[in-house]
Structures are given as structure tokens and as C-alpha cells.
């Protein structure tokens, strides 16, 4: 609470709400059910799936400002998940776009891929208050105005408070299409949070594991961050799996070897794509 009670007279609003909402989860991130400071909620309504996830991690936020306040490393982020097929930094007359493709859990073309087209927006930045966002108003089957938003500000002993939210909206053909899937490939999956004595599932588990995914994958970037270069990429991935082997009955797929072997091939291409376009990059290089 000695947190939420420093907040300057002045201090930018969102610095202020996101150290209130650090101060009023403070006895869950202490205690619960992921074996390490972290909270997940998420909501479904008029057409909208919602997921957020708060959690203490040990980097400064410096070094948060530093790695994900451009386009570029979010398609090292967002590569790391499993139906990430390819993503590429894009300037376009409307702006940075991180460009992604989603697919299958498994190997496929990039032609058989759906494209998602972020629209990034500059970082905001104070000392104490950080905020990224990613906007992109279509998706596959209908979805719809997809929202990243990832906030954070820093904390005693050189660690920082992280907000992740992952939204999109859906009509009549999302919502077929998610209920075929939840009655045939999603039939028994579930999320994070507890409904009675159980854990939820239909689309609120559904938007609970991608976002958990999406979080999982910000910390194993921030993971390798300070690692030699060329090594950062395996570590990365490395790391992001054996972080959702801790989540099996929510986000096991496949396994290890055949997940390294896919995404060291796909990252691959992503790399080669955009050193055509923009150059070689410095760091984070297979």
C-alpha cells in the first residue's frame, strides 16, 4: 500500500491508476495459484472478448522502456506463440504496422495464414508510466477491432508492476466459428480463473490463454534481454515454452522438439523478410 500512497500530487493519471490497482492486488499477487506475482482476469460482452494480466517482474523499468518501446522487438514477442506463423515491421502511409500471421499450431505456408495488421502507436513514456499499444480493426472470420495494450511503472528494488491486456471483438461468423472450435479442437479446454470449483472455459478461457501466452512471451523476451546476442533468439523460445509447461491442463500443445524446430524455422524467415527490407539487425539473431 506504501506504493499506491507514493503516487506525486501531479503524477500522470495512468501512472496513479496503475499503482492503485498494484496496491489493491497486492494479497493475491503474494499468494495464489501461478507460483509467481501474477493476476489474471477477463470479460465477455456485447461482442467483445477482454484479458488482462497484472504482474511483478524482476526487470527495471528502464530496461522494459528500453526493449519494447519501438515496433521492431514486439514481432519477437509476438513470433513465440504457437499459431504465430510470421511477423514484420511495415512502414505504411498510415504508419508502423506490425504485420502478423495466424495459423494452425503446426507448420504451414504463409498463403494459408490470416493477417492481422497492427497498427503500432508510439510508446507513451514519463518516468514513472510506461504504455504500448497495438490497434487492429479487422482480423480472420469477422473479428474485429483487436487491442495490445501493455502498461507498466516501477517498483521498489529495481522490479516493475506489468499490465497486459489482449481484447477483439467478434459478430455472427466469429462466434460460429468459436463455437465449432470449442465443440470439436478447444472440447475440455479451460482457462485461468475459477468458477465455483471450476475453472471457466467457452471463450472467456479462450481469451484468458491467448493472453497469458502474449504475457508469457514478454517476459521470456525481457528474460533474454541482457544475454549474448546470438544466443537470445534460442533462449527466448526456450524459455516461453518451458514457462507454459508450468500452465499443461491450459496451455500444453505440442511438444518441446517439434516446437523449436517449428519456430526456429519461421523465425528464420521472419528475419531474412525484413533484412531484405530494412537491413540486418544487431542483436537477437539466429
Known sequence: MALGAHAAVGEPRQASDLRARYA?????????????????????????????????????????GSSLSTAAPWCDVMIMPINTKDCR??????????????????????KDAYPIDFLYRPAESSPDYLAVRLDAETG??????????????????????????YSYGYGTAGKIA?????????????????????????????????????YLAVDAYLNAAAGPAEQRVERRLAAWFDATEQYKRQLHEIDRDTYLAMKRKEVQRQQTAQEAVSGPRSSGSL
Do not use: C, W
Open 140 to 165: 480472420p472470420l469477422g473479428t474485429h477491432d483487436y487491442r495490445v495494450l501493455l502498461e507498466a511503472t516501477p517498483l521498489e528494488n529495481g522490479k516493475t508492476f506489468l499490465h497486459l491486456r
Open 24 to 64: 489493491s492486488l497486492a494479497g493475491v499477487l503474494k499468494d495464489n495459484q501461478y507460483k509467481r506475482p501474477l493476476y489474471i482476469e477477463s470479460a465477455e460482452a456485447s461482442g467483445t472478448l477482454k484479458g488482462d494480466v497484472y504482474a511483478v517482474i524482476d526487470h527495471s523499468f528502464a530496461l522494459i
Open 89 to 110: 515491421v511495415a512502414q505504411r502511409p498510415g504508419g508502423t504496422i506490425v504485420a502478423v500471421r495466424i495459423g494452425r499450431k503446426a507448420d504451414q505456408p504463409l
Open 178 to 214: 468459436m463455437q465449432a472450435y470449442l465443440a470439436t479442437a478447444g472440447a475440455g479446454k479451460v482457462g485461468f480463473t475459477s468458477q465455483g470449483n471450476e475453472l471457466i472455459g467457452g471463450m472467456r478461457g479462450v481469451v484468458e490463454r491467448n493472453t497469458m501466452r502474449y
